[in-house]
């Protein structure tokens, strides 16, 4: 699974927490996280004063990944199978349901 996201980014913020819970429920599953446009302090710092405790965060402080997947919104959750091929997508905030349903459908 990645994830496409930003501080700035409401809808963002708010599911950073059900990503956290994901990679703890969901362990054979990679969670990699890539903040787009913002530096490794604001995200850093952000993360620290949310109290998450996220592993696979990355930075891309030219949004190179938005362009490259072809997104113009934030957050954008895509999901691959074991091949690398591009599953699924998820545009705007994901729940634990949506997750759940994904996982299952998927993998």
Not at 8 to 37: D, K, S, T
């Amino acid at each position: 699974m990645l994830n496409l996201w930003a501080t700035w980014c409401p809808p963002c913020r708010r599911e950073m927490p059900v990503l956290e819970q994901a990679q703890q429920e969901f362990p054979e599953i990679a969670f990699v996280l890539i903040n787009q446009g913002e530096s490794a302090e604001q995200a850093r710092a952000f993360l620290k004063s949310e109290g998450l405790a996220l592993t696979d965060v990355l930075l891309d402080g030219d949004s190179e990944a938005m362009r490259a997947m072809r997104t113009g919104g934030l957050p954008t959750t895509f999901f691959f199978d074991g091949e690398g091929r591009m599953v699924d997508l998820h545009l705007g905030e994901i729940t634990m349901a949506d997750l759940e349903q994904k996982i299952s459908q998927h993998f």
